[in-house]
Structure formats: structure tokens, C-alpha cells
């Protein structure tokens, strides 16, 4: 690497709707309006707090569950509208979540209108379940 190397200009990012977004999924964005939400904080053994947030989010096409953790907790308030960036979907005792790691960041969007937000469509409600193939006579987890 050169003393003079160019920088990329960042891309903005493209936001997703809440009914596209599939279990597994890495690295999405959405908008989403926050519909109930509640707190907690767990004392880790080192004696550190931890703030977690498991809240409904939602958008005028669907809605699902959502656990937020860290300080990115505070941000989860009732009707509040989140910008979830670099989200990941997950499917935790076999319904779908979305979750935030490390690389994920969610920020305040006040300016963002979201109208009611489509309860009857809850990606959360649909039960996914392991399915096991048997590839050369092994067992495969799927």
C-alpha cells in the first residue's frame, strides 16, 4: 500500500422493506417504528451492566420481534422510529428475530415517517424448523 492511496467514496445506503427481509439474512437496513417495547439489564459475571431491549418494530408492510442489546438499548422507546443499519435476521426458538452485533448500529430517525405499522402480517408468528439432509449418507444439518 502507497503513501497515496485514494479513498472510495462511501455508497448510500439502500434500505429494505420489513416484509423482504428472510431468517439468516446479514447486513440489511431498515426503517422501522418501534410498537411495544420493554427493558431490562443483566449483570454480567465481571459485575458490568448490560441493557437489553426486546421490542416489536414494524413498517406499513409488516411488523416483527426484535432484541436489541448495549446502548443501543436507550434508543428503543415506544413509537419511536429506528433506523436499523447492518441488521441481521435470526431465527431464535424457532421464530425470526431481527438482532444487532457488533457491526450493526441502530440510530434515531425523527424526520422518518412511518405510517401505521401491519400487524396482521408478523414475520415473528411463522415457525421455521431444522430440516436435516443426508448427503453420501451422512447427516446434514440444514
Same mark, same amino acid.
Given at each position: 500500500?502507497?503513501?497515496?492511496?485514494?479513498?472510495?467514496?462511501?455508497?448510500?445506503?439502500?434500505?429494505?422493506?420489513?416484509?423482504?427481509?428472510?431468517?439468516?439474512?446479514?447486513?440489511?437496513?431498515?426503517?422501522?417504528?418501534?410498537?411495544?417495547?420493554?427493558?431490562?439489564?443483566?449483570?454480567?459475571?465481571?459485575?458490568?451492566?448490560?441493557?437489553?431491549?426486546?421490542?416489536?418494530?414494524?413498517?406499513?408492510?409488516?411488523?416483527?420481534?426484535?432484541?436489541?442489546?448495549?446502548?443501543? *438499548?436507550?434508543?428503543?422507546?415506544?413509537?419511536?422510529? &429506528?433506523?436499523?443499519?447492518?441488521?441481521? !435476521?435470526? +431465527?431464535?426458538? $424457532?421464530?425470526?428475530?431481527?438482532?444487532?452485533?457488533?457491526?450493526?448500529?441502530?440510530? *434515531?430517525?425523527?424526520?422518518?415517517?412511518?405510517?401505521? &405499522?401491519?400487524?396482521?402480517?408478523?414475520? !415473528?408468528? +411463522?415457525?421455521? $424448523?431444522?430440516?436435516?439432509?443426508?448427503?453420501?449418507?451422512?447427516?446434514?444439518?440444514?
Amino acid at each position: 500500500m502507497g503513501t497515496m492511496e485514494q479513498k472510495r467514496p462511501l455508497r448510500k445506503p439502500k434500505f429494505d422493506r420489513i416484509i423482504d427481509l428472510k431468517p439468516g439474512v446479514h447486513g440489511f437496513n431498515v426503517y422501522a417504528k418501534v410498537k411495544e417495547a420493554t427493558q431490562s439489564e443483566v449483570t454480567r459475571q465481571d459485575g458490568t451492566k448490560l441493557k437489553i431491549a426486546e421490542c416489536v418494530v414494524g413498517d406499513t408492510t409488516a411488523c416483527v420481534r426484535a432484541r436489541i442489546v448495549g446502548d443501543f *438499548a436507550d434508543l428503543v422507546k415506544d413509537g419511536a422510529v &429506528i433506523a436499523i443499519r447492518n441488521g441481521r !435476521s435470526e +431465527v431464535f426458538k $424457532e421464530h425470526m428475530r431481527l438482532e444487532i452485533d457488533r457491526w450493526g448500529k441502530i440510530t *434515531a430517525e425523527p424526520n422518518q415517517q412511518i405510517g401505521e &405499522i401491519n400487524t396482521n402480517e408478523d414475520l !415473528s408468528k +411463522v415457525a421455521y $424448523e431444522m430440516k436435516y439432509i443426508n448427503l453420501k449418507g451422512k447427516q446434514q444439518q440444514q
